[in-house]
């Protein structure tokens, strides 16, 4: 069992709260991503689970051990950095066997563990090449093979792709994730690309000025978001200032549209509506949560519409309408009238604040018992 727990974890360089509180238990097995804008402080969190940090305060335990006074060869860990720094001068199978040698693991087993890594990443037949005869996704992938040779617990990964163009990295990660769940290993990575966080990840991490601002599954984050910024980092929507009526059926925007959603707070002081909530059906259609509207841009995708929407009163909503024939998708155009309707069962109430004003941003699964 090689489960994480990271609790009450804080850094600090000099004045910078770079990771503040942060506590989390990573399960056994788990592939858990770090998603949050830049210098939010997933770097941080990442080196102080490897060791290449020490934390100001809190404690880091893998499996039953505390390991947070242990250098980093002593926590079994395989890391791939950001530029997944191969040693250039190496061949593919020296740089696999790298910290199989620092480990004195004997030349049978040593050639046998790498070529079982090659293999695993479908590099086998390679490792006579230098790196530089590799493309990045290949050098990526040799990184990846280097972190899992050695067998470990855990396997800690800085944005493993950012440096692949947009097709590589689409396959890199459907890889990651298959080899991920073939190995076990418990997984952290970090990212800050939503899309890649929502496809690899079991369970995601928003962080927010060094906190995390709340925990769940694709799904939750994305249908259940705690607060306006992880709405706003996990997925598109739009987001209508205003207050819940009184009898908490209905929002009122500021901008004076009322309406209907459900599982409203009195104190949710933002409509989330995502573009996909909004149909667009035929001008003057009447009933709950219908707007008259114009069409102002209207982009076909493909599979969909993507459109911008004006409401009589001005205000402009993001929507996402059907692009298949097969489905009797309409052709929209920029100038069409229509009725832009609002699914209330998926509008959803937020508070724009952060999550440490006391909303509750775990999704049950991760709470740490105390020390
Ligand atoms: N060695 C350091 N000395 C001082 N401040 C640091 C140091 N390392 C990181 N920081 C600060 O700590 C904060 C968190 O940095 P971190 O590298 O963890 O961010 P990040 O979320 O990984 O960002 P990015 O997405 O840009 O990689 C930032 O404000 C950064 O400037
Ligand atoms: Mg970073």
């Not at 040799?142 to 470990?152: D, H, N, Q, S, T």
């Not at 990660?173 to 970090?190: A, N, P, Y």
């Not at 984050?221 to 607060?227: C, F, G, M, N, V």
Request: aromatic residues 6%; glycine residues 10%.
């Amino acid at each position: 069992m090689t489960a994480i727990h990271i609790e009450h974890a804080s850094k600090r360089f000099g004045t910078v709260a770079a990771v503040e509180d942060f506590s989390l238990a990573v399960e056994d097995g788990e592939f858990l991503v770090l998603l949050g804008p830049s210098g939010c402080g997933k770097t941080t969190t990442l080196r102080m689970v490897a060791g290449f940090l020490d934390v100001t305060s809190g404690t880091i335990r893998i499996g039953e051990r505390d390991v947070t006074r242990l250098p980093p060869h002593r926590r079994n860990i395989g890391f791939v950095f950001q530029n997944y720094a191969l040693f250039p001068h190496l061949s593919v199978h020296e740089n696999v066997a790298f910290g199989l040698r620092r480990r004195k693991v004997a030349d049978a087993e040593r050639d046998k563990r790498v070529n079982e890594a090659l293999a695993l990443v479908k590099l086998e037949g390679y490792g006579a090449r230098l790196p530089r005869e590799l493309s990045g996704g290949q050098q990526q992938r040799v990184a990846i093979a280097r972190a899992l040779a050695i067998k470990p617990d855990v396997l800690l990964l800085d944005e493993p792709l950012s440096n692949l163009d947009a097709r590589l990295r689409h396959d890199v990660r459907q890889e990651l994730r298959r080899l991920q769940k073939l190995s076990g290993i418990t997984t952290v990575m970090v990212t800050h690309d939503q899309d890649e966080a929502m496809s690899v990840g079991d369970r995601l991490v928003v962080m927010n000025n060094g906190r995390i601002e709340q925990v769940g599954t694709p799904q939750v984050l994305y249908r259940e978001p705690a607060t306006r910024f992880v709405a706003s980092f996990v997925g598109r929507g739009n987001f209508l200032s205003g207050k819940p009526a009184d009898d908490l059926g209905s929002f009122v925007t500021a901008s004076g549209l009322t309406i209907a959603a459900a599982n409203l707070q009195r104190d949710h002081d933002t409509l989330l509506v995502r573009p996909e909530n909004i149909s667009m059906e035929r001008a003057g259609m009447t009933g709950a949560n219908c707007f008259p509207a114009t069409v102002e841009v209207a982009t076909f995708l493909g599979s969909s519409f993507e459109t911008t929407l004006r409401l009589a009163n001005g205000d402009l909503l993001a929507a996402v309408a059907p692009g298949s024939r097969a489905t009797g998708a309409t052709d929209w155009c920029a100038g069409d009238s229509v009725t832009a309707r609002i699914d209330p069962q998926a509008a959803s109430g937020l508070h724009a604040g952060s999550a440490s004003n006391g909303t509750d941003k775990n999704d049950g699964r991760n709470n740490v018992p105390a020390a």
